[in-house]
């Protein structure tokens, strides 16, 4: 046999190998591509199955879970924190009225307060009906709409009035403080400018902070522990990353509440060294009377928001932020209209006016 013939055998042989290896070697091949390809299905699966799960377990509605505690107390609660609204409600709305029918207060300082006083009955308005519901018949539940939306007004109203405080406090130290230039500065022009820019600052920071509120994921327990639907409870309740939304919570809180607070006790410590320096112990006295009852209420007001909120961990401290909205929801709205006008003698007297102008009405209309 030559050596041509032995070549061409032998690679006859080994090209027929390598067809029985690859036929050998073909189911293999195609069991393993049928579980690969299976695998990927597998995984795809349990990836949709993943996000439905997500996505029906996302937070429709939450639970205001109140005060348990007291829950056997609930109709006597019900009945204070009721005459309690009522009596904010007719005061600010007194004062409103008040303002605009007489003439006479008319000013730049009783402008503000008649919008002051609509801004409490706002305030206390978005948080006392739910809460007067908790005590009649226990939890309650809000969809998560309207939980963003009591948030958001809850924070807008209450900025507005922080805001207007200051405003206030500029208004009565330039009465005071330089009485000269006050008609000058304090026109009413100036005064609804003041209005417009608190509005808007308010608007455009609680808007920032509710955009980012909404932008958390919801998919863990549903039940806050507060009345309301405060940031500190949403926050401990989302299942996401919330470190941002905790250091925007902090910062624009210390915006809000210490520039305003800056403002105020500035504005006031002037009043006071201008007060020392009044000939009349009686004149003395009576300011500081005024001044005294006006900081009660700001150290009220100031002390439980801070305590709220001046906290970089929104986390902390939830149990008791109940107790101290209850300060500014409840027992502020209820002493500013008495503090701030009623106990004025020109209120006293524009109050004394309105009736009297009302029995005459009705004296000849019964004639």
């Given at each position: ?23 050998a070697?073909?189911p ?13 299905r ?12 997500r996505n ?6 939450f ?22 609204y ?8 007194v004062?409103i ?36 519901s ?20 809850f ?7 922080f ?15 330089k009485?000269?230039h ?15 820019a608190?509005?808007?600052?308010a608007f ?21 522990p507060h ?7 949403l ?5 996401s ?27 006031y410590?002037?009043i ?22 006006h900081l ?42 008495v ?29």
């Amino acid at each position: 046999m030559s050596i041509d013939s032995l070549g061409e055998r032998s690679w006859f042989v080994g090209r027929k190998e390598k067809h029985i290896v690859k036929e050998a070697l073909f189911p293999v091949s195609c069991f393993l591509c049928f579980l690969f390809e299976r695998s990927n299905r597998t995984d795809d699966r349990e990836m949709e199955l993943t996000i439905e799960v997500r996505n029906e377990t996302t937070i429709q509605e939450f639970i205001l879970e109140g005060f348990p505690a007291l829950q056997y107390l609930g109709n006597i609660f019900f009945l204070v924190h009721l005459l309690a609204y009522l009596a904010s409600i007719t005061g600010n709305v007194v004062i409103i009225i008040i303002t605009w029918v007489d003439h006479r207060l008319q000013t730049p300082m009783y402008i503000l307060l008649s919008i002051f006083s609509f801004s409490e009955c706002c305030f206390i308005t978005t948080v006392i009906p739910k809460l007067l519901s908790i005590f009649l018949s226990g939890r309650q539940t809000i969809s998560f709409t309207a939980c963003l939306i009591q948030a958001f007004s809850f924070l807008f109203f209450g900025s507005i009035i922080f805001f207007l405080m200051a405003v206030m406090s500029l208004d009565r130290y330039l009465a005071i403080c330089k009485p000269l230039h006050y008609l000058t500065i304090m026109n009413p022009k100036t005064c609804f400018l003041l209005v417009a820019a608190c509005c808007a600052l308010a608007f455009t920071l609680i808007t920032g902070l509710e955009v980012k509120i909404f932008q958390l994921s919801f998919c863990g327990p549903h039940v806050i522990p507060h009345f309301l639907c405060d940031l500190g409870p949403l926050i401990h309740l989302s299942c996401s990353d919330t470190s941002s939304a905790e250091m925007l919570t902090f910062v624009l809180a210390l915006v809000i509440l210490l520039t305003s607070l800056i403002i105020t006790i500035i504005a006031y410590s002037n009043i006071v060294v201008t007060i020392m320096r009044l000939p009349s112990a009686r004149g003395k006295q009576k300011a500081f009377s005024t001044c005294s009852s006006h900081l009660i209420v700001l150290s009220l007001m100031y002390g439980s928001c801070v305590f709220i909120y001046v906290k970089p961990k929104q986390r902390n401290r939830l149990d008791s932020n109940r107790e101290a909205a209850l300060v500014n929801t409840v027992v502020t709205p209820l002493l500013n209209p008495v503090i701030y006008t009623l106990r004025n003698k020109q209120v006293h007297q524009a109050l004394r006016d309105a009736l009297s102008r009302m029995r005459l009405q009705k004296q000849s209309f019964e004639r």
